[in-house]
């Protein structure tokens, strides 16, 4: 077997395990990461519906479609 490297990202998340918060700090940096990953996915959404021309218009379609 051979050691796998670290991301970048994992290497910065043990830069911070020496940092003691406190339970509502850390609540909100739990918050703050929720929030990028979140706000990354709606972007790369957003550039997937324009590429493909999607509308509000064909959401409602297809939310109203009946099941078969």
Known sequence: MYAQ???NVQLEI??????????S????FK???????????IQEADQVWEKK???NNCMDIWLN????
């Open 65 to 68: 479609e009946e099941n078969i």
């Open 5 to 7: 490297k670290l991301s």
């Open 31 to 41: 918050q703050e990461l929720s929030n990028f990953f979140a706000k990354k996915a």
């Open 14 to 23: 043990l830069k911070l395990y020496s940092t003691d918060l406190s339970i």
């Open 25 to 28: 700090e850390l609540l909100k």
């Open 53 to 55: 021309g999607l509308t």
